[in-house]
Each structure stands twice: as C-alpha cells, then as structure tokens.
C-alpha cells in the first residue's frame, strides 16, 4: 500500500510528466500498487502524484451495472479530455488528499477522455454522470489542478 499524499502538498499542484511507452517494469508496478491502494481505501479514483509520483497515470473505479453490479479498473495513461459538453452539471466530489472534506464541484456533463492504455494504444472514452466527474476529477491531478480550486460549495 502506498502512502497518500495530502493536501496542501506542491506535487498536487504540479503537472505531471508524460509517460513513455513500452511501460517500464517500475511503472507496471506503479499502476499495480495504485489500484491496491485506492481499493484498500475504498476511493473511486487515485492519480500518481497523489502517491508522490509524477508522472501522467490515473486508476479510476468504473461501476458498471448491467445485469448486476461490478467494478472495473480503468487505467489513464496521458490522458486528456478533448471534448467538453457545454451543458454543465453540479457534482459532489471527494478526494483521498482531503480527507472527510466533501465539495460540489461544477463541471461540464458530458467529455470524451482521449489516452493510452497499458500497451500505449490510443483510446477515446464518453462518460457522463458520475464517470464524468470521477474522470475529469483525476485528469485535474495530473495537471496539477487540485479540485478546490473549483469547488462552488462545502457539503456538510
Ligand atoms: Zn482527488
């Protein structure tokens, strides 16, 4: 398990560094630890410099509910978000570098995130609702955004 980095720590607010491809042992390891960590923690999301590395790596909890509810890992490397809904939604967020402090946060409803998976293939991802947000949450990180800084109101 790794140790979480919190906040107000200069790495949250400092961009990440683009990753390399083929992946080095070192960060096929790093994205391991980082999916452990955040399930030991319970989180929805986890970015790498909120693990003390920076590099442009995020792990995401996808809920998909079909036929029953199951999670997913879903692993961003390099990702950005290259499309943005002009509607915007208002969405209650968390996060690990903040503990028991929860904010609405407005963001747009709808993005396509592009980046590469574990192999480097270029994907393309839609999300809405809570995806959306979870997604949009952790790529924030890896800019060095932390979501404070966009918070409309405190939840208590
Ligand atoms: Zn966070």
Not at 54 to 68: D, F, G, L, Y
Not at 137 to 143: A, R
Request: proline share 4%; with cysteine.
């Amino acid at each position: 398990m790794l140790q979480i980095v919190k906040y107000p720590d200069p790495i949250l607010e400092s961009e990440c560094q683009e990753v390399a491809f083929p992946l080095s042992e070192e960060d096929k390891e790093l994205i391991a630890d980082m999916i452990a960590t955040m399930d030991s923690v319970q989180g929805a999301g986890l970015a790498a410099n909120q693990v003390g590395v920076s590099k442009k790596i995020c792990v995401i909890k996808m809920i998909k509910k079909h036929k029953r509810v199951k999670t997913e890992n879903l692993v961003l490397i390099n990702p950005k978000i290259i499309m943005e809904s002009a509607v915007r939604c208002l969405f209650p967020e968390g996060c690990l570098s903040l503990p028991g402090k929860y904010y609405y946060v407005e963001r747009p409803c709808n993005i396509i995130v592009q980046y590469q998976d574990e192999n480097g293939k270029i994907r393309k991802l839609q999300a809405n609702k809570f995806l959306s947000s979870q997604i949009q949450h952790e790529v924030d990180h890896l800019y060095g955004i932390f979501y404070t800084s966009k918070a409309r109101e405190e939840i208590k």
